[in-house]
């Protein structure tokens, strides 16, 4: 079973940008579709970006045009660069691979905007 590891999170003024890196102990290249999704307090969990294993790519409507998945087969990983970023961004990210109808998570990292 793949394993997944974030990292890149942190405080950041509004406006500015962080990059998150999610890196799996197994090969993803196998699987459906990897993910950014998010959870701010008191709130369900959300998706944020898909990149499908055929290269459709998705984002929510509220980080279109400020957000970037990418992912790298060859090593594992999968990065969401976010750019002009603001309050309501605030949340703890998760990585998900999909596999069919199964998504493996990772632990999250925390990104918290000020205003």
């Known amino acids: 079973q793949v394993r997944l590891e974030e990292s890149g999170g942190g405080l950041v003024q509004a406006g500015g940008s962080l990059h998150l890196i999610c890196i799996a102990s197994?090969?993803?290249?196998?699987?459906?579709?990897m993910a950014w999704y998010r959870q701010a307090p008191g709130k369900q969990r959300e998706m944020v970006a898909t990149?499908?294993?055929?290269?459709?790519?998705y984002y929510a409507d509220s980080v279109k045009g400020r957000f970037a998945i990418s992912r790298d087969n060859a090593k594992n990983s999968v990065y969401l660069q976010m750019n002009s970023l603001k309050p309501e961004d605030t949340a703890v990210y998760y990585c998900?691979?999909?596999?069919?109808?199964?998504?493996?998570w990772g632990q999250g990292t925390q990104v918290t905007v000020s205003s």
């Open positions: 990149a499908r294993s055929g290269g459709s790519i």
């Open positions: 998900a691979a999909i596999f069919g109808l199964t998504a493996t």
């Open positions: 197994g090969n993803i290249d196998s699987s459906d579709a």
